[in-house]
């Protein structure tokens, strides 16, 4: 059974950084996609970044472009999502996701899901 463990959530003031792990466990696929979506209370889970597991491929949602960075660690399992330069907007709950088949930016797309970290950024 694949499990999803996110962490490296907390608080942080406007400018600052955070990173966030995702820690994949049962996870035997070769290929496929890891993503790290975002939900705001009442709002739609917004996809941010997604990465390929085999080439490593990352693509990025507009809203984060040049401030996020999804990297992964194919030997520890784990996924990252590096951020910086954290804005107030970018106060929300983070998830993560995979799926065996392509990458895609829609919530739907994805089997797995982990239990998300909360990201707050506030002065």
């Known amino acids: 059974q694949v499990q999803l463990t996110e962490s490296g959530g907390g608080s942080v003031q406007p400018g600052g950084s955070l990173r966030l792990s995702c820690a994949a466990s049962?996870?035997?696929?070769?290929?496929?996609?890891i993503a790290w979506f975002r939900q705001a209370p009442g709002k739609e889970r917004e996809g941010v970044a997604v990465?390929?597991?085999?080439?490593?491929?990352?693509t990025y949602a507009d809203s984060v472009k040049g401030r996020f960075t999804i990297s992964r660690d194919n030997a520890k399992n784990t996924v990252y999502l590096q951020m910086i330069s954290l804005k107030p907007e970018d106060t929300v709950m983070y998830y993560c996701?995979?799926?065996?088949?392509?990458?895609?930016?829609?919530?739907?797309?994805?089997?797995?899901w982990g239990q998300g970290t909360q990201v707050t950024v506030s002065s």
């Open positions: 990465i390929t597991i085999g080439s490593g491929r990352p």
């Open positions: 049962g996870y035997t696929y070769s290929s496929g996609c």
């Open positions: 996701a995979a799926r065996s088949g392509g990458c895609s930016f829609t919530y739907g797309a994805y089997n797995y």
